[in-house]
């Protein structure tokens, strides 16, 4: 694989010659070309090689890394309860991995509050990585008060409206929304 182990799970297989899981031996005549291929997550790699010497060894090489997902809130704690994605490959709650993909581009997703956040990363061979979906949160208290600052009792409905429009029946304490500007209406 991308890190340099040999992959028991793999099938490999010297053309016309002999085939095996992670290793195969076999004798072959010195100075004959001969093609060797392995097969791991879906992707085959090929090389050709000619026989020489008592002893030889062809390394093939599967061009893996391994990516693991979080889903992350505005105060840096991985949201267990958010789904979390690895677009095409694994999906979860919070995290998911690390899983073994080959080397190239993928995009982690979450949807949450009604929208969509990405993050896309470009892993080499034999490269684990960690990749981090943010999604800027910030708690909302409203508390109403008359002229005079004194808490009004009672209240018909608290709308909010911004990134994150909400209806209340009565003013909310410590709710989690999307970050940014909101207007608060009282009636």
Known sequence: ????????????????????????????VEGQRYVARATGLGFTNTTAFE??????????????AKLTAQVVDGFGSVRGDWPVEVIGIASG????????VL????????SVFGKDFTQTVTL???????????????????????EGGAPVGQVESVEVSGPTPLTFAAPPKDVEVLAGQYTVKVK
């Open 103 to 110: 080397a190239g581009q993928y995009t982690v997703r979450t």
């Open 51 to 64: 026989a020489r010497g008592p002893q030889m060894v062809v390394t093939i090489r599967i061009p893996t």
């Open 124 to 146: 080499r061979a034999g490269e684990a990585q960690t990749v981090v979906v943010h999604v800027p949160t910030a708690r909302l208290s409203v508390e109403v008060v008359d």
């Open 1 to 28: 694989d991308g890190f340099g182990n040999v992959r028991q799970d793999w099938p490999i297989v010297i053309e016309n010659v002999a085939s095996g899981m992670g290793r195969v031996e076999a004798e072959v």
């Open 93 to 100: 709650r919070g995290a998911v991995g690390p899983v073994e």
